[in-house]
């Protein structure tokens, strides 16, 4: 529901993934190899309404706030993948011979991340979805471009595991290449997506390596435009300069009477930077000097582009949450009205203000942006008398925007009226309290009383409690390098308001702030109203048949008795949303609930939340890398934003166990018959040697397969600890084996805490195969193996434990400390090489020079027998492990 009100939840009719099995609705995470990534059903296309998450608005935060965890390289790198932050440019190509329309009416808008190479570009590409679009709005194409779109887009819908053949067909149009003034052909291919970029491309063969593969099919040009090139630090090109970029050719042929020479190039695109060539002006410019020149010669303009899509939040099936919406179609025909409050010295006709107002009312929204006639001189009750008739025209459905002083006046506004108003975004609002010392700067800009007048309406008091009443929901935004308005957060704003901090924005005196605009549009007004919060949470009826339906509806759909009811809103008749949550909406969060799990008043009490977050380490599978890791981070940063929660990042360290094969080496399932079923290996082996092999297979990050005889020996292992009891005796031990313990307590504390259990295991195994030997070995050396021991094998230990008269239970005694004096080994063994292979091991002491080990190795007489007399080219020593001779 916050999610709603803040504008991140948003209902659209759109392609979606839907698995025909159980005939439900998959995001693009949960589609693995065009399968389900539940069931493994190939995935169709349907066009559907289906409730979104709009966590595109969050790809910036999501990457930025990998920078601040500890997560192991794969997740982390699939995360950033998954995201897909490109940042390129949007060029205009305007269109020629589109039938029945003049030349030049209409363009085609591509994005690119290499401007550089536009002189290259011999076709543009577009989607067979944004051909769609074009024939939906009128173009006459031929009947054989309609049906090559037609049958692009069904295959799209069928597509599987297997990566399509590229395909296409000339649209019949002409495009006007903005840097060469050339016309190059269009054509519709599948091989660029409708949801990715604009949907439209340029074709550059040489550069890249899919429109390469297509220009060779379809015997389109390829026109080299870049060299590769590296960079010479040896001979820069003059004495200023530390280094020059120089070609890089394959082979060069001259021809045998002409003065010409062709460069060498093999059949592939070349896609890396380098130098312009065949580029007009901008020849021998590097990419990086030459992508911004570019742009702006062609009117192109910056743009940050995402492979991340929007989460599709809804699933057609009755086990889930309940969506707490109601559809009101009265509700939906209500006129919005905007009311736009400028700042301290603004206008209504000033900065991003009138531009709002137009993009706003073309969206259907009646906007108001009254200029303050204290503008200069702000007095606040001044102001809240001429912005009375206006906020006396708003409801529930509408919106106030403040920006700076403005901001405040909005506040002032919420907590004097008796009536809720639908949405507030405040821009650098000025809610600080400010101090004389603090103007004393800007007095020499404007009159002093101008100052101190603003200073008494900045520094009004605010009634919180009366605005939280009067407000549905509510959006902060600042800039990171505001030179006026300081970043506020939410110790002083209540929780539930969202607050963004944006990057580069200043003071938002910009003549148009899109990013503003895409938030208020957010909160336009589409027939769905929230249900009060009273009413939650929104219960499942009961119903006997709760099957999905082939039709891809829910079947709460055809519960009449409970999809009819009121709306909360106006009381008129209302429907209930039928779509319910997937799983995802539960454990994004789940864990929060942990810290406070039975306050029945909030998530949790603030100050457990702040006691037990961050998630000191998450362990899990790599297959919700891009899963559960990325939607609960998601969740996690718009609720710290709205002050629910007080970290941003809920685990500050993420890493992953590998996958337990099945004997034949394959993953396990009921189809291959390669299951090994727990149940029946702890009934055999018990459940202690069953958890200490599972950690003892292999490295814990890595994929091993499972061979039962390895429980044997585990099992032994374990009979082996047990019969130790009886060398149990008052006896001392010696100073070796006590040596041996506190390297054992060091290795493994060290190794779980680094998640090498199977390292820690073979320790423990070197240290009973000592104690073994031993006629008698004491109580306290095998208390502390038995300490060492519980992690892995839990029940035989706390047994052992109580055995030998220990009151408290192991589990909460204090982990065995290692002394560092007796933990150090006196002799370690170093593996020789010769010529790369070992011949033979000697064992020499720690504190060893590099001098004394290349007299004992030489002095060996194994290794003299291998040098047969020569003298070594060169001996490696690596501390502590080998000697490498080179003869």
Known sequence: MQFFKHGLAYKKNQPINWCPKDKIGLANEEVVGGCCERCGTPVEQRNKEQWMLAITKYADKLLEGLKEVDYITPARVQQENWIGKSEGAEIDFSLRFVPGQADGKHKAKIFTTRPDTIFGATFLAISPELAQTWLGVGWQASPAVKKYVAQALQDRAAATREEQAKTGIDAGIKAVNPATKEEIPVWITNYVLGNVGTGAIMGVPAHDQRDFDFAKKFNLPIKQVIEPHIIDVDHPTRSDKKDAPRVVVQGIVKHWDKDE??????????????????????????????????????????????????????????????????????????????????????????????????????????????????????????????????????????????????????????????????????????????TDSELQDKKDKRPEKDYFSAKAFWNAPLNWKKIEENIISSDVIFSDNDPSVPYVGHEVFP????????????????????????????????????LPESELPLKLPKVKKYEPTDTGESPLASIEKWVKTKCPRCGGPARRETDTMPNWAGSSWYFLRYTDPRNDKALADQKKLAYWMAVDWYNGGMEHTVLHLLYSRFWNQFLYDIGVVPTREPYQKRTSHGMILGPDGEKMSKSRGNVINPDEMVEQFGTDAFRIYIMFMGPFDQAVMWDTNGLVGVRRFLDRVWNLQEKISDSKDSPEIISQLHQTIKKVTEDIEAMRFNTAIAKMMELVNELSKLEKISKQTFSTLVQLLSPFAPHIAEELWEKYGHGQDLAYSAWPKYDAALAKTATVTLAV???????????VDTEITEGKVRDIVLANEKVQKWLEGKEPKKIIYIKGKLVSIVV
Request: some cysteine; proline content about 4%.
């Open 261 to 434: 020479i062709i460069q060498l190039r093999g059949e592939t695109a070349y896609e890396g930077e380098g130098i312009l060539i065949n580029s007009g002006k901008y020849s021998g410019l590097t990419s990086a000097e030459a992508k911004k020149k570019i742009i702006e010669a062609v009117g192109g303009r910056m743009k940050t582009n995402y492979k991340l899509r929007d989460w599709v939040f809804s699933r057609q099936r009755y086990w889930g949450e309940p969506i707490p919406l109601v559809f009101c179609e009265h509700c939906k025909n209500i006129k919005q009205k905007v009311l736009l409050i400028h700042g301290f010295t603004g206008r209504g006709d000033k900065n991003w203000l009138p531009w709002m107002k137009q993009q706003l009312e073309k969206q259907g929204f009646e906007v108001f942006a009254p200029t303050m006639s204290t503008t200069d001189h702000p007095i606040l009750e001044k102001w809240m008398d001429e912005l009375a008739p206006y906020v006396e025209k708003l409801g529930e459905d509408d919106i106030i925007v403040g920006h700076s002083l403005g901001g405040k006046a909005a506040l002032h506004i919420l907590e004097r009226i008796n009536k809720k108003i639908g949405h507030v975004y405040l821009v650098a609002p000025v809610i600080k309290q400010v």
């Open 495 to 530: 929780a539930r308001w969202r607050i963004q901090e944006l990057h580069n924005y200043e003071h938002f005196t910009q003549a148009e702030i899109p990013v503003l605009f895409e938030n208020i549009l957010q909160s336009k007004n589409t027939g769905w109203v929230p």
């Open 833 to 843: 090489q010769i010529n790369g292979k070992v011949r033979d091991t000697v064992e």
